[in-house]
Every structure is written in structure tokens, then in C-alpha cells.
């Protein structure tokens, strides 16, 4: 499984970032997806997580009612709308994708495919 993250940037605090990350290959190997992020200096964590069969939701609480993840099955993507952005938010955003991993989705070691990163820069 191929994962391939768009849509990071910069951007004042408050404002708001759209994340992409489009799968390729054996698809079929995952049904969690979602996003990790990781500062320089700290462990990666998980931010959110869509189970894409169901399309049930999880998120670390320092990004509930802000984030929002959603999945395109269609189109084998998965989104975060980021919005009322924070400077703690900064941090390089990779997404992930892993099988049954109920119970454990915000553990990062629980994955099995990850993108290449996209940076994420919020300014106060």
C-alpha cells in the first residue's frame, strides 16, 4: 500500500489547512486510516482516525471539535479539515493506514503503511 500526503502548508493561528492522502496498491490490506503528526523534539501521535468500513471516527482530544477526518472510499482518500489551527498544532502530519487495529488507533506502532509527511506551520 502506497500513501501519498498533499495539502500542508502555512498559516496564521486560527486559520484553517485541508489535508489529502490518497492510497494505492493492496487497499484491501487496510480499514483504519488517519493521521499522525509528530514535532521535532516529541513522539508521533495520533491525531485522527476514520475506520472506513464504518465510517466510525477517533481523535486525540487536543484536536477534538477542531479537526475533522473523513474518507472518500471511491476514491481510496482519506481528508483532515483542520480548522481554528494553533501554533502547538505545528508539526509534520503523516498519514497511516493499518488492519484491525480496534482498541489501539491512536497507537503509531500499530501501522503498517505510512506516507511520506507533509508540514504542517502555524504562526502565532
Known amino acids: 500500500v502506497q500513501l501519498v500526503e498533499s495539502g500542508g502548508g502555512s498559516v496564521q493561528a486560527g486559520g484553517s489547512l485541508r489535508l489529502s492522502c490518497a492510497a494505492s496498491?493492496?487497499?484491501?490490506?487496510?480499514?483504519?486510516m488517519g493521521w499522525f503528526r509528530q514535532a521535532p523534539g516529541r513522539a508521533r501521535e495520533g491525531v485522527a482516525i476514520i475506520y472506513t468500513g464504518t465510517g466510525v471516527t477517533y481523535y486525540a482530544g487536543s484536536v477534538k471539535g477542531r479537526f475533522t477526518v473523513s474518507a472518500d472510499n471511491a476514491k481510496n482518500t482519506v481528508y483532515l479539515q483542520m480548522n481554528s489551527l494553533k501554533p502547538e498544532d505545528t508539526a509534520m502530519y503523516y498519514c497511516a493506514a493499518g488492519r484491525d487495529v480496534v482498541g489501539y488507533v491512536l497507537v503509531a506502532s500499530k501501522y503498517n503503511y505510512w506516507g511520506q509527511g507533509t508540514q504542517v506551520t502555524v504562526s502565532s
Open positions: 496498491g493492496d487497499t484491501y490490506r487496510t480499514n483504519y
